[in-house]
């Protein structure tokens, strides 16, 4: 069969390092190390290339609950699939389908292979339909795999095989010479990201605070000078709290860490920055920590924003969501990624970065081409911040100069000749002019002239 060897390139690119899959079993052991996880309760397509079949694109999906949507599912997943990997410049010549779920309570491993049955028959005749083959379609679930193409029940018992130990296989052996790893189940990774459930520790607080805060910053943000100082103060609290992340402890443990997280960031800090980040310039700054130093703590922040997107506020997750697989994906973090971008576009499916990026990611593309357009938006602010600041220092020092500031040396002109009016030709002593107040008066007459010039210019450089 034309399954019987599947190439992977999983070294370096420069070694093009290749492994030899043979059979169902290999098949089935190799999937977590192509994902980066353990893809629970998905449907995944490899595409096949060549005599040899090497694996091309992939791409996964929740499976549907309903058996109704399984028809029109079936069909799009085929079509994105070959279409994909045309719009790379290769035709797939064979398809491989991944049917993963755990067993529900009371439920057995058999009995979801035999459940999911129409699924891989609807995905093995979209694909047909397409003229691309499935070569192998299998469903892995409670530890153990099944085949739905081969009939032989010496090597595809009915109670199915089970997969082999972790670490034990040649893809693993390969894997970590390459430096793969798996990272738990999918399950696992989505935790991290998605909103606490109402009932969790400060889930009713963090609530509250998104109410309270919303109502203070809507009537600022529909004005057009509030919404500026809104995203300034965004930005600004949003570096803050990196700041704050990248101090904290450095923890292994990633729950644990998680919660450490949590616990850094105040209800109130967390709700101003969700909601400043609905703005799409405040989300366009804060993406330009893809890198470098900021990178880590970066993404720590997203995730903790996304887990306080609680309630009717879930919506609002899209943002962090997507800045969180921005910075995967920017970091090499594929896998992390596409995670991340799927549940922005599970949370708000019309959010057009998620969307965008998500294509992007699927399809290969290198980030360095955003990356590089995020820098030149930064150094193209920072030049500007600077010209504006410097004119506003060239401002000051003319107003200094003109103004005769106290201590500046340089007296004007008027003074001058209000000095020489006042002095007497034969002792020098200062006499009143004519049409002027007494002492007494002329210095409160002064003070409230200097206060009234003082008003003065403060009111223009307000203004």
Not at 198 to 213: I, P
Not at 252 to 276: F, K, N, P, R, Y
Not at 316 to 326: D, F, I, R
Request: glycine share 10%; net charge positive; charged share 25%.
């Amino acid at each position: 069969m034309a399954m019987n060897k599947h190439h992977d390139t999983t070294g370096p690119t420069d070694d093009q390092q290749q492994i030899t899959l043979r059979g169902p079993a290999e098949l089935a052991d190799a999937l977590p190390y192509m994902m980066g996880y353990h893809p629970t309760d998905s449907i995944v397509m490899v595409a096949l290339h060549g005599d040899r079949g090497r694996f091309g694109g992939r791409l996964r999906l929740g499976i549907p609950r309903s058996p109704r949507e399984w028809p029109p599912v079936a069909e799009q997943l085929a079509e994105c699939l070959v279409e994909g990997c045309e719009r790379r410049g290769s035709r797939p010549d064979g398809i491989v389908v991944f049917l993963c779920q755990d067993p529900a309570e009371g439920e057995t491993g058999r009995r979801v292979m035999e459940r999911l049955r129409p699924l891989a028959q609807r995905l093995r005749t979209a694909c047909g339909t397409l003229d691309v083959p499935v070569y192998e379609a299998l469903c892995i679930s409670d530890g153990r795999f099944w085949s739905y193409c081969c009939p032989d029940t010496r090597c595809c018992p009915s109670e199915g095989n089970p997969l082999a130990l972790p670490g034990t296989s040649v893809m693993a052996a390969a894997a970590a010479y390459a430096g793969i790893q798996v990272r738990g189940s999918l399950r696992e990774m989505e935790e991290r990201l998605r909103p606490w459930p109402y009932e969790a520790a400060g889930a009713a607080e963090q609530l509250h605070a998104l109410d309270r805060t919303g109502a203070a910053l809507v009537p600022r943000i529909l004005d057009a000078e509030g919404r500026a100082t809104v995203r300034t103060e965004t930005v600004r609290l949003a570096e803050q709290l990196v700041r704050r992340l990248a101090d904290g402890p450095r923890i292994m443990d990633t729950a644990a860490a998680d919660t450490e997280d949590d616990a850094l960031i105040s209800h109130d800090e967390a709700a101003a920055v969700i909601l400043g980040l609905q703005d799409r310039e405040t989300r366009d700054r804060a993406a330009e920590w893809m890198e470098g130093a900021e990178a880590a703590p970066a993404l720590r922040l997203w995730r903790a924003l996304a887990r306080r997107c609680v309630g009717a506020y879930v919506e609002h997750s899209a943002a962090p969501l997507t800045l969180a697989g921005w910075v995967s994906w920017s970091t090499g973090d594929e896998p992390g990624a596409r995670v991340a971008l799927g549940l922005a576009l599970e949370a708000d499916p019309e959010y057009v970065f998620a969307r965008l990026l998500h294509q992007a990611c699927n399809e290969g593309l290198d980030p360095e081409s955003l990356r590089r357009c995020l820098r030149d938006e930064r150094d193209a602010r920072a030049a500007a911040e600077a010209r504006a600041a410097s004119g506003a220092r060239a401002r000051l020092r003319g107003r200094s100069v003109s103004g005769a500031r106290p201590g500046s040396g340089v007296r004007p002109p008027a003074a001058r000749r209000k000095r020489r009016t006042a002095r007497s030709a034969t002792g020098g002593a200062a006499t009143a002019p004519r049409g002027t107040v007494g002492p007494d008066g002329a210095a409160a007459h002064a003070r409230t002239r200097a206060v009234r010039r003082g008003g003065g210019r403060g009111s223009r450089s307000g203004r």
